[in-house]
């Protein structure tokens, strides 16, 4: 087996030029990409277009990419794989069409064994983008080929796509017993003996199972291996050990998967278990974009905010609301992340598209509802097999709010509905409106597709997130749920947990709030939550000149948020401690809830004598505060215990703010006004996006946090330019714009790089001056 990497050297135009697929069509003039590309970040945005998908250009667009074979490779199988293009992709191969895929998010692959050229003779891949109805989400999609491209040759003896299943019956600290279904194909008949083998990260076998297989004919010969592993290293959140599971004939490599002993299982009274250890899900949703990269991200950037997410004491990911790249649940298998797999936003019914504004009437109804009738079997069926084999995923979620009230479906049983988002919903559209799907269809689909992952994977249960579940679990929506999750609804807990004491329950959308993490916490049987978001994401905004929403703990650079060490307080093992602080006000009677989302952020730059909100987050016990080494009186406190955190008013005074718990502290220093910029490569040596932090400091090195200045970037060497992003939902630059401002003294820069030499930034200011960094 080798797997070729076709990332590089693909032609683009954005635009349908008729004949595109031909191999002797001219591609002269095209632009040079490398995917991962997403094309609607590379043009301006526009109020035009649709605020729920980030106000980024759509349209249809053509891909060219010619490479060579070796004249050994021929007679050998050769599949062309396509982890996900955004959307309605159609493929050719040398002028032959190979297929479509509507999905934009699944993953595909096409047997080309047939059509590829071995006699030095290019082979043209063609595949045409049409994304032409913008609305079609209520996110940011992106466009393009915005994830990988692989052409992988096999031996003889080659698997089905995504045809080999491991699985592990039993295991404990002593042995495992595990299983690898295998459904294989061969270009020749012939008896063959084969060998299933697990290999440790060391490159020790530490179990071996083999076979004899007679193929006959093209059927698929299905084999399943079984074995024993003497004291395994057992995967889970804290030790996500790996191992590989390696299937050959003789000397050929028919496949290679990484997989993890565990064990998990989900209790109604006593929620969820890992490897036997009673385990809550700290858990946040997260759409599939980058910020200024769009869709096409990176396992490098990815992999810089899972670590900042994992240092928050985050330890699981809903993969809101389809698929996302392969790249990102393996880190959650090699940094220690469960993960639920989601592979729908709706069904049949088309939901709600806001092209104007969230919330903003009349919607459009555009999206994937058109072909879920036609593929909806067929996009799970991919989602399951092809993700089946990550230790981290636990459950896979069938949907997400497709009961949502009256968008489509309503009851008659309702005469008025409203969700957890109707803010200025008209009052017309919460009423019962027999022309409207009725909600009781939904149980019938649930049932199908719960059948359907069943006949890929019975390992794990399945689950939805459920909108409205004082309707949707009086009509049998919930019946064929192995596990159920609730979106928002924490006052249901108790009550529906005594109507179906043999359902496992977890909160699958959460706020931020103190209270809905305190519903976990007093009830044992809760498995857990998923915070809406842990990161910011393009689309599903307010309106212009909103651009992305503002839901997670991190901005769309992947910096933290003061929300982020409030949550670190709640979640973390290890002690910590943090300060914000923001200005005082006088709270109105019964806004005391306004208190908890309040403005704050790490600063000790007041006006002297102004009276200042200090708040502290800490896990360590109760903090004292002091200001210049003087302690600030107890009568300075503010009740804060229901919230979560400790706070007190302070009168400003330049200087020192330092907090202390236990054997942790914390310090706020007043600092100068901006005097340099500097720069640090976040990013990883074998990934080929740079990551760059731009920070504005003081002359004593201090950021400043209050800063804005307008930074100016000069690149030298070969690279391509990704863009700036400084998570500043309101900033309209292009994304790959020269100049961007900072946002509290900081931003992102991203390029590829596309040689072997260095690579040089400058960044300017004209009062910060010049700094470089060399890559």
Not at 247 to 253: N, R
Not at 278 to 295: E, N, S
Not at 447 to 475: C, F, G, M, N, W
Request: hydrophobic share 35%; glycine share 8%; with cysteine.
């Amino acid at each position: 087996m080798n797997i070729i990497n076709l990332n590089r050297g693909w032609k683009f135009h954005l635009g349908d030029e008729e004949n595109s697929f031909e191999t002797r069509h001219s591609d002269e003039g095209w632009q040079n990409v490398t995917v991962p590309h997403d094309w609607s970040v590379q043009y301006p945005k526009s109020r035009e277009y649709s605020s729920g998908t980030g106000y980024v250009i759509g349209g249809t667009a053509w891909y060219r990419k010619s490479f060579t074979l070796d004249e050994a490779d021929a007679g050998f199988p050769h599949f062309l794989t396509f982890d996900g293009v955004y959307k309605n992709s159609q493929v050719w191969l040398n002028g032959y069409y190979l297929g479509r895929r509507p999905n934009g998010y699944i993953s595909f692959c096409y047997d080309v064994t047939d059509y590829l050229y071995f006699d030095g003779r290019e082979n043209v891949i063609a595949v045409k983008v049409t994304h032409e109805d913008i609305a079609d989400s209520r996110w940011f999609t992106g466009s393009g080929i915005h994830r990988k491209v692989t052409l992988t040759k096999y031996g003889k003896v080659y698997p089905a796509e995504y045809g080999v299943f491991f699985k592990v019956s039993r295991a404990d600290e002593e042995s495992a017993d595990w299983e690898a279904e295998c459904e294989l194909y061969s270009a020749e008949d012939g008896d063959r003996k084969l060998t299933a083998c697990l290999i440790d990260r060391d490159g020790n076998t530490v179990s071996e199972a083999s076979a004899d297989v007679s193929f006959r004919g093209k059927n698929a010969v299905k084999i399943t291996f079984s074995g024993v592993i003497d004291r395994p290293a057992l995967w889970d959140t804290e030790h996500p050990n790996l191992y590989t599971l390696r299937v050959t004939a003789g000397e050929d490599v028919i496949a290679e998967e990484v997989v993890g002993i565990r064990t998990f299982a989900f209790d109604p009274d006593h929620g969820f278990f890992l490897n036997g250890k009673p385990t809550i899900f700290k858990g946040v949703c997260m759409h599939h974009d980058g910020g200024a990269l769009g869709a096409a991200m990176s396992k490098g950037v990815w992999k810089r905010r899972l670590a900042k997410l994992k240092k928050m004491g985050c330890n699981a990911i809903r993969m809101s609301h389809n698929p996302h790249m392969p790249e990102l649940y393996d880190l959650c298998d090699e940094m220690g992340f469960l993960a639920m797999d989601e592979a729908f936003d709706e069904w049949e019914g088309c939901k709600n598209k806001w092209f104007n504004g969230h919330n903003v009437y009349p919607p459009k109804h555009q999206g994937y509802s058109e072909d879920f009738p036609e593929w909806h079997e067929r996009d799970l069926t991919s989602l399951i097999r092809r993700d089946r084999n990550h230790p981290s995923i636990v459950m896979w979620s069938i949907g997400n709010e497709i009961d949502y009230p009256n968008d489509p479906y309503n009851h008659q049983s309702k005469a008025e509905m409203t969700g957890n988002n109707d803010a200025n919903k008209p009052e017309e559209e919460k009423k019962y409106n027999s022309g409207r799907p009725n909600m009781e269809r939904l149980s019938v689909v649930a049932k199908e597709l719960v059948s359907i992952v069943k006949q890929s994977d019975t390992t794990r249960p399945v689950t939805a997130a459920v909108a409205y579940p004082e309707l949707s679990t009086r009509i049998g929506y919930i019946d064929d749920l192995d596990v159920v999750g609730y979106n928002y609804k924490e006052q249901f807990y108790a009550e529906d947990h005594a109507r179906f004491p043999d359902k496992p329950f977890l909160g699958s959308e959460n706020s931020h709030s103190y209270s809905a993490w305190k519903a976990v916490l007093d009830n044992e049987y809760i498995s857990g939550q998923f915070l809406w978001t842990g990161i910011d994401f393009l689309g599903e905004c307010g309106g212009w000149p909103y651009h992305s929403s503002s839901a997670g703990n991190l901005t769309t650079a992947g910096f933290e948020k003061s929300r982020y060490y409030l949550r670190q307080s709640w979640w973390a093992d290890e002690p910590v401690i943090h300060l914000c602080t923001g200005r005082s006000f006088k709270e109105r009677e019964g806004r005391r809830g306004h208190r908890e989302w309040k403005n704050v952020t790490e600063t000790w730059n007041y006006l002297p004598g102004e009276e200042v909100e200090v708040r502290c987050y800490t896990n360590a016990g109760v903090p004292d505060l002091y200001l210049n080494g003087r302690k600030i009186a107890d009568e300075c406190r503010i009740d804060c215990d229901d919230l979560g955190f400790f706070a007190w008013n302070v009168v400003f005074e330049e200087g020192v703010l330092e907090a202390r718990a236990g054997d942790v502290s914390f310090c706020l220093e007043t600092v100068g006004a901006p005097a340099k910029i500097t720069m640090e490569n976040v990013g990883y040596d074998w990934d080929d996006i740079v990551q760059i932090e731009l920070n504005v400091t003081d002359t004593a090195g201090r950021r400043v946090v209050c800063d804005q200045s307008r930074i100016r970037i000069h690149i030298e060497g070969e690279f391509e330019y990704l863009g700036m992003d400084n998570g500043d939902i309101e900033d309209l630059n292009d994304y790959r714009d020269w100049r961007r401002n900072t946002l509290d003294g900081r931003l992102m820069i991203y390029l590829r790089r596309i040689g072997d030499g260095d690579v040089t930034v400058r960044a300017m200011n004209q009062y910060l001056g010049m700094a470089k960094i060399t890559v």
